[in-house]
């Protein structure tokens, strides 16, 4: 079957994207190695021992891919809307989505994984772009809670779907390895648009899905 394929131009003005924008001068690659040093004696260690001469150059260029999210655009991951469907409107899910994110308070991991599912309205997206949408807000300092958000409205914005459902359970490394330390304890968190929301039915049923039980 051809698909009717439909670009959306990228939006402007979404106010998950403007929460995350920088308007200060990125500092340059040399400030950023000269602040790791800094941060390696305040931790009790000598920067300029063999095993840490090459340190503030390999974290600088592993914050370039762990936090690459602030280079991307969710609007342009799901400008893509496929139209032709043959009349299916039932739910999409796609669940156990992976991700690494940081928490933004202690700037340590959190990870765990994503469940969206939406009805279609106007079409649906490739289901890879639901996954590449997680990616792009967990490669950014977040809050679960609102990283939740953040997905949700991204989808929203671009397939206006009849409702969606999105699921993260997630372990947070600021309360597994500092704090009180407690390893293994998990958070959820949901939010729900249209049908998801307005229909217990629906929302159990994508529980139901998520969980694998037939």
């Known amino acids: 079957m051809d698909a009717v394929v439909k670009t959306l131009s990228p939006r402007t003005g979404n106010k998950s994207e403007h929460q995350t ?7 340059s690659r040399e400030e950023a190695e000269d602040a790791v040093r800094t941060l390696l004696r ?14 503030p150059k390999r974290v600088v260029k592993a914050y370039g891919e762990l936090f690459r999210g602030y280079e991307q655009d969710a609007s342009e991951v799901l400008s893509k809307i496929f139209e032709d469907v043959d009349g299916y409107d039932d739910m999409v899910l796609v669940r156990d989505i992976p991700f ?16 969206i599912a939406y009805f279609p309205n ?28 953040q997905i949700t409205e991204a989808i929203d914005t671009a397939l206006k779907p009849r409702g969606i459902a999105v699921l993260i359970e997630a372990e947070h490394m600021c309360m597994s390895m500092r704090g009180v330390q407690k390893q293994g304890a998990s958070t959820i968190t949901t939010q729900f648009t249209g049908l998801f929301r307005d229909d217990p039915a629906e929302q159990m049923r994508f529980f139901t899905m998520v969980r694998g039980v037939k």
């Open 100 to 115: 690494y994110s940081h928490c933004e308070h202690h700037m340590v991991p959190f990870f765990g994984k994503a469940h």
């Open 21 to 27: 924008t920088n308007t200060q001068p990125r500092p």
């Open 42 to 55: 305040w931790a009790g260690d000598d920067p300029s021992r063999e095993g840490l001469l090459e340190t």
């Open 122 to 149: 106007e079409g649906i997206v490739g289901l890879s772009k639901l996954a590449r949408t997680v990616e792009v807000y967990a490669r950014r300092l977040q809050t679960q809670e609102t990283m939740t958000a």
